[in-house]
C-alpha cells in the first residue's frame, strides 16, 4: 500500500499525483506510439479499432458514467459525426479543420436535444434517445441527395499536411492520426474531471436536489454534458466511418448504440480506464469468436453469435462485477497491497435510495 | 431589516396547507431554531428558502431581495447554504469532492479554459483547495479526506455535509436537524461547532431540531411550529415553558399536569 504525503494542493490537481505513475502512464504512451514497430498491420488495423471504440465510449463514458444520464441515441450523433466530416471534407474543408468543425457541430445538436429530452429521467430518457437513434437511420435514408442514402458513401482519404493517408495502404499513419486524437480527448476528459464542471457533472449524477442546493444548475450541467459527450462521440464515429472505408446508414445502426452502452458497462463506469478496457474487448471479441468457432466449429458461421456472446458477457458482469473490468482491476489491486487484510465486504455498495425525486 | 424575512407565507399541497400564513424574520449573526412536532412544517420552511417549492402567498426576502424571483439553483449564489434532514450527499465522490462542489458559487472559469486546464483554472483551483482545506480543519475531516462518502460512518456523513455547506462560504447557514442519529458526544461536537460558526465565522444560523437540550444550548430565539403555523417566539426558555406548545406536544390536558415541570425538557 502507498501512502501519499502530500505537500502541496497541486499534488491534488495534477495529472499524476505522483512521479510512478508519470512514468508508468508516459510509458504506456511510448508503447502506443511503438505499437507499429511490433505488430504487423492487420493487427495494427485492430488496434486503431480499438482507439476508434475508446472515443467514442469516452463520449458516452462523460455522460452515462460522469453525470448519470443513459442515452441510447449515440449512434445518431456517430452518425452525424461522420457525415459532416466528410460531406466537410468532399466540399474542400481540410481534415483538420473538419474533424474538430464536426464534432463541435454534433456537440451543438446534441445539447440542443438534449435540452428538451434531458427533461427525462432514467429509462425515460433511455427510450427517447433510443427513438432518436431509429430516427437516424431514416434521415440518413431521406437525405439521400447529400448522404447517398442506403448507398452510402465512400470515405475519403485523409489528407494533413498535403500528405493523403488511404485507410489500407497507410495504415501506420493512419494509427497516429487516431492516437493523437484519442489522447486528447482523454486530456480533455480528464482536465474536466479535475474541473468545478466535472464536480458539477458527478454532483448532478449522485443527488440532483442538493447539486442544485449548492448551485448547480442542473439543466444546464446535463445540457453541456450531453453536448460534451455528442461532440467526443461524433469525433469516434468520424473516424469508424471513414475506418470502414465506406459507409451507409445501415453502419450507424440504432445497435451501435447498444452496444456502446454495453462497452462502456464491461469496462467500467465512471472510469476513463472502463472506457478503454470496454473497447478491447468490443474490438477484440469478433475475432476471437471467429478464431474459436474456426477450430471448433470447423468454419460454420453461426449467425447472431456475436450479439449473443456479448449479450452473455453483459448478463454476467451486471450479475457479478456492475463496477466492470475496471472494478475488477482496482479490487485485485487493493488485495495484492493489503494481502493478507483485504475483506470481501471492502467494495459491497451500499443500498442508496433515489431520493432526489422526493422533492418532486 | 431582518437578513432573512418570510411574510405571510402560504403552502398548499392539494387540500393540505402545509404552511400557514407564516411570518419568520432571523436577524442577521443570530442563531434561531423551528421547532415542532413531526409534520409541523420545518423542514417544508426550508424548502421554501431553496426554492423547492413556491408559496401560493406572502413574500421571501433575502437581504433585501426577492427570493421568489430567483431559480433554487441561483438562491446559494446570495450566500445562503443549507444541509438536509436525510444527508444528501454525493455518495459516489470524496469528502474532498464534496467540499469542493461547495465551492460552487465562487467558480469563475468557463467551459473551454477548464477543458484546456488553463494556468487560470490552476490557480483558481488551488484557491478552492485552501478554502475547503480550513473546512477540512474546522471540523476535523482529516481522516477522511480523501475517502468516499459510500464507506463513511453515519455520523462522519453529517459533519461532511455541513462541511459542504460551509465551503461556499455562506451569510445564512441552514441546518436541518443537524443532531438527528448521532451520538452523545457527536452531538457535543455539533453544539460546539455551531457556537462557533456563529462567533468566528459570524454566519447566521437557522436551523430545525428536535433535541431541545441542542437547541436551549445554541439558539438565542426559537419558533415553535404547529400545522404549518407559529405556536410561540421566543427564547428557548420561554417557548419550552409556553402551554400551547406543552400541548402540541402532548395533548390537550398535560398542561395541568405539566405545569410544575415547566421550564425543564418538553
New interface residues.
Given amino acids: 500500500m502507498r501512502f501519499h504525503f502530500k505537500t502541496s494542493y497541486d499534488q491534488d490537481i495534477n495529472l499524476f499525483i505522483d512521479a510512478r505513475k508519470a512514468v508508468s502512464y508516459g510509458l504506456l504512451v511510448a508503447a502506443a506510439f511503438a505499437l507499429p514497430f511490433v505488430i504487423d498491420d492487420f493487427y495494427l488495423g485492430e488496434a486503431t479499432n480499438v482507439l476508434i471504440w475508446a472515443i467514442a465510449g469516452l463520449g458516452l463514458m462523460l455522460l452515462t458514467g460522469q453525470t448519470g444520464q443513459a442515452s441510447l441515441g449515440h449512434s445518431a450523433f456517430m452518425a452525424l459525426g461522420c457525415y459532416a466530416t466528410v460531406l466537410m471534407i468532399e466540399a474542400g474543408v481540410p481534415f483538420l479543420l473538419a474533424l474538430p468543425l464536426a464534432g463541435i457541430i454534433t456537440g451543438v445538436v446534441g445539447a440542443l436535444i438534449a435540452i428538451p429530452a434531458l427533461k427525462l429521467h432514467g429509462v425515460y430518457l433511455a427510450i427517447a434517445t433510443l427513438a432518436l437513434a431509429i430516427l437516424a437511420d431514416d434521415i440518413i435514408v431521406l437525405l439521400g441527395p447529400w448522404t447517398g442514402g442506403v448507398n452510402g458513401k465512400i470515405a475519403p482519404d485523409i489528407v494533413i499536411f498535403g500528405q493523403a493517408l488511404n485507410r489500407w495502404s497507410n495504415p501506420v499513419e493512419w494509427y497516429y492520426v487516431v492516437l493523437v486524437v484519442t489522447i486528447i480527448v482523454t486530456l480533455f476528459y480528464r482536465n474536466l474531471l479535475r474541473a468545478p464542471m466535472g464536480r458539477a457533472f458527478a454532483a448532478v449524477r449522485d443527488s440532483e436536489i442538493s447539486a442544485q442546493a449548492m448551485g448547480v444548475d442542473v439543466a444546464r450541467t446535463k445540457t453541456i454534458a450531453f453536448g460534451l459527450s455528442c461532440a467526443i462521440t461524433g469525433v469516434g464515429g468520424a473516424f469508424m466511418g471513414m475506418f470502414a472505408g465506406a459507409f451507409n446508414n445501415e453502419t450507424f445502426n440504432f445497435l451501435l448504440s447498444i452496444q456502446l452502452l454495453m462497452m462502456i458497462v464491461v469496462g467500467g463506469l465512471g472510469f476513463i480506464h472502463g472506457a478503454f478496457l470496454g473497447a478491447v474487448v468490443i474490438a477484440f471479441l469478433p475475432q476471437l469468436l471467429s478464431i474459436v468457432s474456426d477450430t471448433i466449429g470447423g468454419g460454420v458461421a453461426i449467425p447472431g453469435l456475436e450479439a449473443a456472446v456479448f449479450g452473455g458477457i453483459l448478463i454476467l458482469f451486471l450479475l457479478f462485477e456492475p463496477m466492470g473490468l475496471y472494478g475488477r482491476w482496482l479490487k485485485i489491486k487493493v488485495f495484492l497491497e493489503l494481502f493478507p487484510f483485504a475483506r470481501k465486504d471492502m467494495f459491497k455498495r451500499q443500498k442508496s435510495y433515489l431520493k432526489t425525486e422526493r422533492l418532486r | 431589516m431582518s437578513l432573512l424575512e418570510l411574510q405571510g407565507v402560504t403552502l398548499k399541497f392539494g387540500g393540505l396547507t402545509a404552511v400557514n400564513n407564516l411570518t419568520l424574520k432571523v436577524e442577521e449573526g443570530e442563531v434561531f431554531a423551528l421547532v415542532g412536532p413531526n409534520g409541523a412544517g420545518k423542514s417544508t420552511v426550508f ?1 421554501l428558502i ?1 426554492r ?2 413556491t408559496p401560493v402567498s406572502g413574500t421571501i426576502r433575502f437581504d433585501g431581495k426577492d427570493l421568489l424571483k430567483l ?7 446570495l450566500g445562503i ?2 444541509t ?1 434532514q ?1 444527508i ?6 470524496t469528502v ?2 464534496n467540499l ?6 465562487h ?1 469563475q ?1 468557463s ?1 473551454i479554459p ?4 488553463l494556468p487560470s ?2 490557480s483558481e ?2 484557491a ?3 478554502a475547503v ?1 480550513e473546512v477540512i480543519d474546522f471540523l476535523d475531516l482529516q481522516p477522511y479526506r480523501d475517502k468516499l462518502i ?2 463513511l460512518p453515519y455520523g462522519v456523513r453529517k459533519v461532511v455535509e455541513l462541511g ?1 455547506a460551509l465551503a ?1 462560504q455562506p451569510r445564512l447557514l441552514l441546518v436541518d436537524e443537524p443532531a438527528s442519529g448521532l451520538s452523545v458526544e457527536e452531538t457535543q461536537n455539533m453544539r460546539w461547532w455551531l457556537d462557533d460558526i456563529r462567533r468566528q465565522m459570524g454566519i447566521t444560523v437557522l436551523m430545525v431540531e428536535h433535541d431541545m437540550g441542542l437547541v436551549g444550548k445554541v439558539s438565542d430565539r426559537v419558533m415553535a411550529l404547529a400545522d404549518g403555523a407559529q405556536l410561540a417566539l421566543g427564547t428557548p426558555a420561554e417557548v419550552q415553558s409556553h402551554p400551547k406548545v406543552i400541548e402540541a406536544y402532548l395533548g390537550t390536558g398535560a398542561i395541568s399536569k405539566t405545569a410544575n415541570a415547566a421550564g425543564e425538557r418538553v
Fill in positions: 424548502n431553496s423547492f417549492y431559480a433554487s439553483h441561483e438562491v446559494p449564489s447554504a443549507r438536509f436525510n444528501e450527499l454525493f455518495h459516489q465522490a474532498l469532492q469542493l462542489v461547495g465551492r460552487h458559487r467558480r472559469a467551459l477548464q477543458l484546456l486546464h483554472v490552476r483551483e488551488r478552492h483547495r485552501v482545506e459510500a464507506g459542504r461556499s
